[in-house]
Nanobody
Framework: QVQLVESGGGLVQAGGSLRLSCVAS????????MGWYRQAPGKQRELVAR???????NYADSAKGRFTISRDDAKITVYLQMNSLKPEDTAAYYC???????????????WGKGTLVTVST
């Protein structure tokens, strides 16, 4: 069984910063891409940022210049540093990873349960 557990969400004023973390655990053999998505009330889930196993990154236009995704494979953790937060960043943030486990023969997508980020004016 694989689990992704996010942390680091909370309430912050506009212009502030938060650092989200997502730790993977379970019978993991390898992790390919990892990423962060978000879903605001009444909206579809959208990509925020992704990082490949060799460190290549891509960001949503809304995140470029303000957010930074990174990963620590030794800790099986992916981070999202969010700076200059805006009220429109308010959403539930979900961790995603492509994981090969001891019970699978191909990489499978896993999701965390989310952490809430609220940015006040």
């Amino acid at each position: 069984q694989v689990q992704l557990v996010e942390s680091g969400g909370g309430l912050v004023q506009a212009g502030g910063s938060l650092r989200l973390s997502c730790v993977a655990s379970g019978s993991i053999l390898s992790i390919n891409d990892m990423g962060w998505y978000r879903q605001a009330p009444g909206k579809q889930r959208e990509l925020v940022a992704r990082i490949t196993s060799i460190g290549r990154t891509n960001y949503a236009d809304s995140a470029k210049g303000r957010f930074t995704i990174s990963r620590d494979d030794a800790k099986i953790t992916v981070y999202l540093q969010m700076n200059s937060l805006k009220p429109e960043d308010t959403a539930a943030y979900y961790c995603n990873a492509q994981i090969l486990t001891t019970r699978t023969t191909m990489f499978t997508e896993y999701w965390g349960k989310g952490t809430l980020v609220t940015v006040s004016t």
